[in-house]
């Protein structure tokens, strides 16, 4: 296992770079439409199966992520390399390097915690507040509540801290399961490879907000606009869950895609069969 975060070696891409990761993920995606689509479909139904877990669940969920993300990133790999991607390298990472890949979500856990409690700072705990009592408020109440100034500095503050813990986990299961890295490396070495190429990480997220929320939301006007309201409804879940499920397979591959261009820029692609994806930590 390697520790040593100075000797993992990334490559520096300017801010245009952020789309390309986008096309060369959507390209991988539209030659493998149906995997892609069953092994998603299995993936967020797990997700959902876990909430039911009493207590335990949605913190599960979050701390298994990089666990999963490794068959993602595992099945990316295979269909790179002429493969097709399977539903069982989905656990993938439950096979391999699980030790170093749990710290990861446990990190982001802490993490992302820490920094919603941190928005006390701001707004004197009201965001704590309704996050602890939303379920007895009407949406009214919520509606009103969010509406706050000071509760929206506090959020504001609070995604700012996350961002760090964000990146820090992005890649890091990917160094994890190819590089054969410790959670700590992974985590230091993916923190510091995106702030490096902060600017085509930015573009990629103004894509993301793009093709996920502008145009969704365009999409939706329009239909209401010109369509009567009951086929409205049905038409835009027509639309709009396939485009959902398109663009979540997109960015999941994605992942692989950002990983591979700045960690193994101008590599040649290993053979399938050589399995980089069987170590053990």
């Known amino acids: 296992m390697n520790d040593d975060p100075r000797e993992f070696v990334f490559t520096r891409y300017d801010a245009r770079h952020g789309m390309t990761w986008l096309a060369q993920a959507y390209a991988l995606f539209r030659r ?18 876990l909430l039911y877990v009493p207590v335990i669940g949605p913190y599960a969920i979050t701390i298994l992520k990089p666990v999963f993300a490794v068959g993602l990133l595992a099945a990316a790999w295979t269909q790179e390399r002429g493969g097709t991607p399977m539903l069982s390298q989905l656990f993938q990472g439950f096979r391999a390097n699980l030790g170093s890949l749990l710290p990861i979500g446990i990190f982001f856990v802490a993490g992302v915690t820490a920094a919603v409690f941190a928005s006390s700072l701001v707004d004197g705990g009201k965001l704590l507040d309704l996050l602890s009592n939303a379920g007895a408020m009407t949406d009214q109440e919520i509606v009103t509540a ?53 600017r085509p990480l930015a573009i990629y997220a103004l894509g993301v907000f793009f093709y996920g929320a502008l145009l969704p939301a365009i999409a939706t006007g329009a239909i209401t606009l010109l369509l009567p309201e009951g086929v409205a409804q049905l038409f835009a879940v027509a639309l709009l869950l396939p485009y959902g499920i398109f663009l979540a397979a997109t960015l999941h591959i994605s992942d692989y895609v950002s990983y591979r261009e700045v960690f193994h820029a101008g590599e040649t692609l290993a053979p399938l069969s050589g399995q980089p994806l069987d170590r053990s930590d």
């Open 32 to 49: 493998k439409r149906l995997p892609w689509v069953m092994l998603l479909l299995t993936y967020y139904i797990l997700l959902k199966l």
């Open 146 to 198: 969010l509406g706050d100034g000071t509760m929206q500095a506090g959020m504001l503050f609070s995604a700012l801290l996350s961002i760090p813990v964000l990146i820090a986990t992005w890649w890091a299961p990917a160094l994890v399961v190819f590089q054969n890295a410790g959670a700590g490396a992974a985590l230091a070495v993916s923190l510091r490879a995106a702030l490096a190429n902060w």
